[in-house]
Antibody
Framework: QLQLQESGPGLVKPSETLSLTCTVS??????????WGWIRQPPGKGLEWIGSIYYSGSTYYNPSLKSRVTISVDTSKNQFSLKLSSVTAADTAVYYC?????????????????????WGQGTMVTVSS | QSVLTQPPSASGTPGQRVTISCSGSSSNIGSNYVYWYQQLPGTAPKLLIY???QRPSGVPDRFSGSKSGTSASLAISGLRSEDEADYYCAAWDDSRVVFGGGTKLTVL
């Protein structure tokens, strides 16, 4: 079945760029029925959506992070990636990648981004000098 | 401060029915679908409810979701010890996905 696996450095220095990759196995990232998203969770806190990307490259970003975030997709490698620039200690978190249902039409309404139905196990990233 | 408001904690005894609330506004819950995720200790979140009240395959029918106006609820009947987890609601809100702050459910 479909699996997602995050990879990347576990430690990033303040002011530098955090880079993570999510590898999709057991299915194609080029499916027209799904977006691919990043969500993070600071230690002991709740979930925060970072952004999502379609296989075509179309993206949606959390406005609160948009100025620092870039999400890209590499369909040849079945991967998508996250770059978060100018990191601070507040960016320390477990970062999850997930498959997001959408786009589709139901009852005449277009739903672009729906549920996150499959998640990676998450990777802890600490921002510290 | 989360856009969606959940009680920080809830509890119940085995076999009991518990509900977890999620309060929002007209721009999120009031006009979009609500989702619920379960996060067992030390694991990634798992989709529990989508489109307000739909269960993915494999999710027991002990879990049910509902929505009314700008609020939503997750109900768990026949509470079990393995239901002890954090529960998060989520919705679309004006071009972004928003989550509730989470509710820690304790099975006494």
């Amino acid at each position: 079945q479909l699996q997602l696996q995050e990879s990347g450095p576990g430690l990033v220095k303040p002011s530098e760029t955090l880079s993570l990759t999510c590898t999709v196995s057991g299915g194609s990232i080029s499916s027209s029925s799904y977006y691919w998203g990043w969500i993070r969770q600071p230690p002991g806190k709740g979930l925060e959506w970072i952004g999502s990307i379609y296989y075509s490259g179309s993206t949606y970003y959390n406005p609160s992070l948009k100025s620092r975030v870039t999400i890209s997709v590499d369909t040849s490698k079945n991967q998508f990636s996250l770059k978060l620039s100018s990191v601070t200690a507040a960016d320390t978190a477990v970062y999850y990648c997930a498959r997001q249902i959408g786009p589709y039409t139901i009852f005449g309404v277009v739903i672009t981004l729906d549920a996150f139905d499959i998640w990676g196990q998450g990777t802890m990233v600490t921002v510290s000098s | 401060q989360s856009v969606l408001t959940q009680p920080p904690s809830a509890s119940g005894t085995p076999g009991q029915r518990v509900t977890i609330s999620c309060s929002g506004s007209s721009s999120n819950i009031g006009s979009n679908y609500v989702y619920w995720y379960q996060q067992l200790p030390g694991t990634a979140p798992k989709l529990l409810i989508y489109r307000n009240n739909q269960r993915p395959s494999g999710v027991p029918d002990r879990f049910s979701g509902s929505k009314s106006g700008t609020s939503a609820s997750l109900a768990i009947s026949g509470l079990r010890s393995e239901d002890e987890a954090d529960y998060y609601c989520a919705a679309w809100d004006d071009s972004r996905v928003v989550f509730g702050g989470g509710t820690k459910l304790t099975v006494l």
